[in-house]
């Protein structure tokens, strides 16, 4: 079936957030602080609770970031029933559990019940929307739309469809979320993991061998990226980051140079087993890190981080000037929802 927009990207109102947890939660912290209505709906019987305390505990950083005209939390409405909650949603997007199956009915019931035209977006951090829209009545409207944690501070989004995706959704899609302030990376074809998570993952994996087998404490593993390559990588990719390695001989003398000794450690280990001894180390590792900082406490430790960074990176406007956004930044737009013509 070919997908027919309800709507231009420009023109949404109303967001709905399905599943309000850790990445729900932030998205509607999003979408409220661009400017937009957004209903949510969560079948846990304490979700509104958590999901409003979210959302107060995220604002003071989204104040900081600079909020959208009328923007405000008390335009959030939970809804009762999943159907209520996309009845006038111009954008779905989903953070349910990451459960295959759950996935696959949750994803057929929303696109049964959001209006004809709706875009749907799936948070899945790593599931190909091939494998989650094999139920739907209409899968051509189904996207992927993976976020990073917290989608109300980091920017970027991985868009992607499935095999039954019209591309005009995926289109669609990207431009809405570019619209809503985010940096969007569209890909042509699905990967496991996408792309950042790929990445993370490589490197995730050799931080947990190095905890099973006692190479490297938890705290070490952290603090080699915090002072080490983490420092680059918020304004440099590891691509060119690598490349001033080669010096003036760039990429092609890092090559030459590095390539022989490093195709060992790229074809070396394969995934560490996650056995109870494992997951008891870094869980341990975890809390002895935190020390006695509560998880709120680590939040606003993260979230003003996030900000220095961003703002050091010249991605916000200077700490005098914050609340009045920079036309020239991505996600500091002046755009209004629902300003555009339908
Ligand atoms: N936590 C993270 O760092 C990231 C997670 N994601 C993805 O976001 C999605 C959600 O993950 P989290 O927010 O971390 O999980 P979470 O466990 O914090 O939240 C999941 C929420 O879904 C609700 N839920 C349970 N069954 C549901 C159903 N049938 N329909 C709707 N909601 C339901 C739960 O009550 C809970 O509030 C997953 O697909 C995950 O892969 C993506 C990027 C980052
Ligand atoms: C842990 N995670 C794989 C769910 C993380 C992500 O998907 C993205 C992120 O926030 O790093």
New binding site residues.
Partial sequence: MPFTPSTTPEAVRRVACIGAGVIGGGWVAHFLARGYDVTAWDPAADAEDKLRRLVSAAWPALEQLGLADGASPDRLTVAPTLAEAVADADFVQESAP?KLELKRALLAELAAAARPGVVIASST??YPMTDMQTTAADPSRLIVG????PPYL?PLVEVVGGTHTDAAAVAWASRFYDVAGKSVITMDRELPGFI??RL?EALWREALHMVANGEATVEDIDASITEGPGLRWAFMGPCLTFALAGGEGGMAHMLDHFGPSLKSPWTRLEAPELDSALRDAMVDGCASAAGDRTYADLVAERDQGVIDVLRATGRLPRADRAGAPDPAVPGQRPHTPGSAAR
């Avoid at 993976?146 to 944690?149: A, D, E, I, T």
């Fill in positions: 990451e951090s790593g993976h976020p990073f944690n980091i950042a998570n993370q």
